[in-house]
C-alpha cells in the first residue's frame, strides 16, 4: 500500500496565531477551510501527492493508523515558529 502524505494544517475555524502570509485552502478529507504557511507552499510544490489534512481529521487518522507518522519539521517552518515566539 503507497504510503499516504498529508500536510496537517490549522482550522481557519479555530483561534490561534496564523502565520503572516498563510493561504487559505481546504482538508482534503472534510473540505472545512485551513491554513496553509508560506513554508508549507514548498511542502506541497514539492510533493504533488500530499494534501492538506485539518488538525482534528489528522487525530481521527492517527487513532485509526498506527502506522501514521509525523515528518520533522523543514527549516522554512522552524523559522515561522520562531517568529511566533518572537512576537509575543
Ligand atoms: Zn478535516
New binding site residues.
Given amino acids: 500500500m503507497p504510503e499516504r502524505k498529508a500536510l496537517i494544517c490549522w ?1 481557519v475555524s479555530l483561534e490561534g496565531y496564523v502565520t503572516p502570509g498563510s493561504l487559505k485552502d481546504k ?6 477551510p ?1 491554513w496553509v504557511a508560506p513554508s508549507s507552499w514548498f511542502i506541497l510544490y514539492d510533493n504533488p501527492e500530499m494534501e492538506p ?6 487525530v ?1 487518522e492517527m487513532k485509526k493508523d498506527k502506522e501514521f507518522e509525523i515528518g520533522g519539521i523543514t527549516p522554512a517552518q522552524a523559522v515561522e515558529v520562531l517568529e511566533y515566539l518572537n512576537s509575543r
Fill in positions: 482550522l482538508c482534503s478529507k472534510c473540505g472545512q485551513v489534512l485539518c488538525i482534528l481529521c489528522a481521527e
